[in-house]
C-alpha cells in the first residue's frame, strides 16, 4: 500500500513539474539550430554575451570558481560555457528555452538562481546568436559529440 502511495505521490510531483514546464514554454513544437559556423551570427553572438553573460560566465566562458557548489547563500556559482562544464550536454532547444524562460520553468519557481530570464531581454534570434557564439567555442570533437549524440537524442 505504501509503494503505491509512493508512486502515486511521485506521478504527482512529475507531472507537475513537467506542466510547469510546458506552461512556460511558447515554442515547444519548434526546432531551435544553433548557427555556430555562421560569421555574422556568432560575431552578434560574441558581443551580446559581452553584453550580458560575460560578467557571470567569464570572457572565455571559463565561468564562476566552484561553479558545482553552492555559495553561502543557496545559489550555485555561473557555471563555465566552454568543454570544462555541462553546456555541451544539452540540446539546443533545451540551451534555448533554458536561457529564455530561466530554469525556473524547468525545476519550479523555487529554484535558487541568479541568472534572469531573457524572454524580456533578447530576441530569439539574439539568444541563438549568443549560444550559436558560445558553440563555435567548444573544441570540434566537443561540437561533434553535440551534434551527433546530444542533439540527435532528443
Excluded at 505504501?2 to 510531483?13: E, P
Excluded at 555561473?78 to 536561457?99: I, Q, R, S, V
Aim: hydrophobic residues 35%; charged residues 25%; glycine residues 8%.
Amino acid at each position: 500500500m505504501k509503494r503505491n502511495y509512493l508512486f502515486v505521490v511521485m506521478f504527482i510531483f512529475f507531472g507537475v513539474i513537467s506542466g510547469n514546464a510546458a506552461a512556460h514554454h511558447e515554442r515547444k513544437d519548434t526546432s531551435i539550430v544553433l548557427d555556430y559556423l555562421e560569421d555574422s551570427t556568432v560575431q552578434l553572438g560574441s558581443v551580446l554575451y559581452d553584453e550580458h553573460c560575460a560578467s557571470c560566465h567569464g570572457q572565455n566562458l571559463g565561468g564562476q570558481p566552484d561553479w558545482h557548489k553552492r555559495d553561502q547563500d543557496g545559489y550555485l556559482p555561473a557555471p563555465p560555457h566552454d568543454e570544462t562544464g555541462h553546456t555541451w550536454h544539452h540540446t539546443d532547444k533545451y540551451l534555448f528555452e533554458m536561457t529564455k524562460y530561466g530554469l525556473q520553468a524547468f525545476v519550479g519557481d523555487g529554484y535558487k538562481t541568479r541568472m534572469p530570464m531573457y524572454k524580456d531581454i533578447l530576441s530569439d534570434s539574439e539568444i541563438i546568436a549568443v549560444l550559436s557564439f558560445i558553440k563555435s567555442r567548444w573544441p570540434e570533437e566537443v561540437i561533434q559529440i553535440h551534434n551527433e549524440q546530444v542533439n540527435s537524442s532528443k
